[in-house]
T-cell receptor, first 114, second 114 residues
Framework: GDSVTQMEGPVTLSEEAFLTINCTYT??????LFWYVQYPGEGLQLLLK?????DKGSNKGFEATYRKETTSFHLEKGSVQVSDSAVYFC?????????????FGTGTRLLVSP | DTAVSQTPKYLVTQMGNDKSIKCEQN?????MYWYKQDSKKFLKIMFS???????INETVPNRFSPKSPDKAHLNLHINSLELGDSAVYFC?????????????FGSGTRLTVV
């Protein structure tokens, strides 16, 4: 079935550093791709999404580009803040079986220090 | 107003007990889901309901029984709780056939079985 692979964490950065969290996927068809963020003690919030190849999703300074040729959707931010500390999940929409659901990666914890 | 609300937020119970978690969404979505997040933050789908009809059941033990009295509610009942059931359970919803919009998640129910 469809799957998502994320880099293992934790990713530890100093404030204002550049962030990249890698995400690659395996899918039949043409899935939509998502990044979700989970702050401590909270549920998952949609951060950004892209629905077709070469689309760029962006929100709150985060960006990710849907790369069909490399089956990737890496998350980037130019200058992280302490408040960005959270767990980030890459996901895709799996429609291969005819039943729609999101398939999530294992999550990457980001720790930003002052 | 909370879009997807779960109750209770925390649940501590003894092995062998039966417990329920409730979920309600006021977004008018047709599809609702239950996901389990383990201690390593891995998210796995358990069930999906579309307009009160079960459409996904991902190899979940029979002790778990979802119930959807109407399309705005999806409750999860667990019989004979085991230590391994300890996890955070998330409810989510999405519009029918529009997974490109992603899910809206509840804030989670942390279940601890002692």
């Amino acid at each position: 079935g469809d799957s998502v692979t994320q880099m293992e964490g934790p990713v530890t950065l100093s404030e204002e550093a550049f962030l990249t969290i890698n995400c690659t996927y395996t899918a039949t068809g043409y899935p939509s791709l998502f990044w979700y963020v989970q702050y401590p003690g909270e549920g998952l919030q949609l951060l950004l999404k892209a629905t077709k190849a070469d689309d760029k999703g962006s929100n709150k300074g985060f960006e990710a580009t849907y790369r069909k040729e490399t089956t990737s959707f890496h998350l980037e931010k130019g200058s992280v803040q302490v408040s960005d500390s959270a767990v980030y999940f890459c996901a895709l929409s799996d429609q291969g079986t005819g039943f729609q659901k999101l398939v999530f990666g294992t999550g990457t914890r980001l720790l930003v220090s002052p | 107003d909370t879009a997807v609300s779960q109750t209770p937020k925390y649940l501590v119970t003894q092995m062998g007990n039966d417990k329920s978690i409730k979920c309600e969404q006021n977004l008018g979505h047709d599809t609702m889901y239950w996901y389990k997040q383990d201690s390593k933050k891995f998210l796995k789908i358990m069930f999906s309901y579309n307009n009160k009809e079960l459409i996904i059941n991902e190899t979940v033990p029979n002790r778990f029984s979802p119930k959807s009295p109407d399309k705005a509610h999806l409750n999860l009942h667990i019989n004979s709780l085991e230590l391994g059931d300890s996890a955070v359970y998330f409810c989510a919803s999405s519009p029918l056939g529009q997974l490109a919009y992603g899910y809206t998640f509840g804030s989670g129910t942390r279940l601890t079985v002692v």
